[in-house]
Nanobody, 115 residues
Framework: QVQLVESGGGLVQAGGSLRLSCAAS????????MGWYRQAPGKQRELVAAIARGGSTNYADSMKGRFTISRDNAKNTVYLQMNSLKPEDTAIYYC?????????WGQGTQVTVSS
């Protein structure tokens, strides 16, 4: 049974930084693409960033230059370093992992950015 454990969310002032982690476990197969999504109140869930097993990355335009996604394949963990946070970054951040052909979602971690 695949489990995703997210951590690192919290309350931060505008301009501050947070680092999210998502540790995946429970599969004997390789974890493929890992990524972060977010959902703000009243809005649809959207891609923040994703990273393939080989390291290639994809970012939403509004996160480029501020957020950095990385992964440690030995630990089956994906990270999201968030800098220069803005109030509009406030959302629940979800980890998403592919173990083809299935996908798995974490429970979410709240990020709140105060102005």
């Amino acid at each position: 049974q695949v489990q995703l454990v997210e951590s690192g969310g919290g309350l931060v002032q505008a301009g501050g930084s947070l680092r999210l982690s998502c540790a995946a476990s429970g599969s004997t197969f390789s974890f493929n693409t890992m990524g972060w999504y977010r959902q703000a109140p009243g809005k649809q869930r959207e891609l923040v960033a994703a990273i393939a097993r080989g390291g290639s990355t994809n970012y939403a335009d509004s996160m480029k230059g501020r957020f950095t996604i990385s992964r440690d394949n030995a630990k089956n963990t994906v990270y999201l370093q968030m800098n220069s946070l803005k109030p509009e970054d406030t959302a629940i951040y979800y980890c998403r992992v592919f173990i083809l052909p299935k996908e798995y979602w974490g429970q979410g971690t709240q990020v709140t950015v105060s102005s």
